[in-house]
């Protein structure tokens, strides 16, 4: 198995979490916040949930969320964090222990289906944002937020593979107009600092797209 495979197994997921008492900030994701804040609460999926900070953004916001990972610690800590802003939040998310690279979720089931950095090589990642997008019930939203190909070419540390990042428009391409209007493909920055304290501009990939209704 390759090394940009290795990273992305439950074994390398279940040790990095477990080898620390938290791996994330504890905050939902920017981007969710500003693209998710307008919609309508309904179901949501939330893959690659990590400790679950997007999820519990959502519940608290009446979404009913299915978080999904592939770590089991990350999925309990997840699940602590929900407790501990009360039952109405707690209540309202579904842990879920999947492997990301294979599982299918329900077919046209979820209002809003969000990736947030779900970096896969090669053509798994293309196979994972084809089954996120079947995901979507219509009228729902898509939402899918990853590291820019840029960020290799900046002192911001990243994964030296390549083929695990992704472009707002390669995302895109794999959506069919007739079943997807677009409504943001976007490279957006965000300042900040480098792991020796540097400034620097990385960018996200985000992509959002609205399954059409049919009729």
């Known amino acids: 198995m390759s090394e940009p495979d290795v990273m992305f197994t ?3 997921w279940e040790e990095r979490y477990g080898a620390t008492e938290s791996v994330w900030s504890g905050n939902p994701n920017a981007v969710l916040v ?6 309508v609460p309904g179901t949501a999926l939330d893959i690659g949930c990590g400790e679950g900070a997007d999820a519990v953004w959502l519940a608290e916001r009446g979404w009913q969320v299915t978080a999904a990972d592939f770590s089991t610690v990350a999925l309990a800590r997840g699940a602590e964090h929900a407790a501990a802003r009360g039952s109405d939040v707690a209540t309202r998310i579904s842990w879920t222990h999947v492997d990301v690279r294979t599982w299918e979720p329900p ?7 969000s990736s947030q950095f779900m970096h896969l090589p090669g053509m798994q990642a293309q196979e994972l944002f084809a089954r996120l997008a079947a995901a979507v ?6 939402l899918v937020v990853g590291h820019h190909p840029s960020d290799l070419h900046t002192t911001m540390h990243r994964p030296p593979f390549p ?6 428009e390669d995302v ?3 959506l069919d107009p007739e079943q997807w209007e677009i409504v943001v493909t976007d490279e957006r920055p ?14 996200f990939a985000v992509l959002r797209a609205r399954r059409r209704v049919a009729g």
């Open 10 to 12: 439950e074994a390398f």
């Open 34 to 39: 500003a693209e998710a804040g307008d919609l």
């Open 107 to 113: 077919a046209a089931t979820f209002d809003l289906v």
């Open 137 to 142: 019930t219509p009228g729902g939203t898509l």
């Open 163 to 168: 083929e695990i990042f992704f472009t707002a």
């Open 172 to 174: 895109a391409a794999g």
């Open 190 to 203: 965000k300042d900040t600092t480098d792991q020796d304290g540097r400034a620097v501009t990385i960018h």
